[in-house]
């Protein structure tokens, strides 16, 4: 059974940084090639925000976080990191770690991430920006 578990959130002041931590375990097979951060804000559906893809390590940002998230992917203890700063109170919300074997596809063709691509979910971290 793959368990991803999340770490790191909290509640910053607006121009803040947080570090999220996605840790893998559990029969995760390193084939899933696409691990990716998701979050929910009350009241809004769930978005993919930032992905890891493919041998090559390629990286995927929604516009509303790009030049401030960094994701990185370390195969070497099976974690996905999202380093987050410049943070605004629209980034507050539910952050979720999620892993499935293709997203390239939903990226290509969409532009974005899609929940259906994801088999393997964490419980998520909240991530609460202050004004």
């Known amino acids: 059974q793959v368990s991803l578990v999340e770490s790191g959130g909290g509640s910053v002041q607006a121009g803040g940084s947080l570090r999220l931590s996605c840790a893998a375990s559990g029969g995760y097979n390193r084939n899933n090639h696409c691990m990716a951060w998701f979050r929910q804000a009350q009241g809004k559906k769930r978005e993919g925000v930032a992905a890891?893809?493919?041998?090559?390590?390629?990286?995927y940002y929604t516009e509303a976080v790009k030049g401030r998230f960094t994701v990185s992917r370390h195969n070497a203890n099976d974690t996905l990191d999202l380093q987050m700063t410049s943070l605004i109170p629209e980034d507050t919300a539910m952050y979720f770690c999620?892993?499935?074997?293709?997203?390239?596809?939903?990226?290509?063709?969409?532009?974005?991430?899609?929940?259906?691509?994801?088999?393997?979910w964490g419980q998520g971290t909240q991530v609460t920006v202050s004004s």
């Open positions: 999620a892993a499935g074997p293709n997203c390239a596809r939903a990226i290509q063709a969409f532009g974005r991430l899609v929940e259906v691509d994801f088999a393997h």
């Open positions: 890891v893809y493919g041998s090559s390590h390629t990286t």
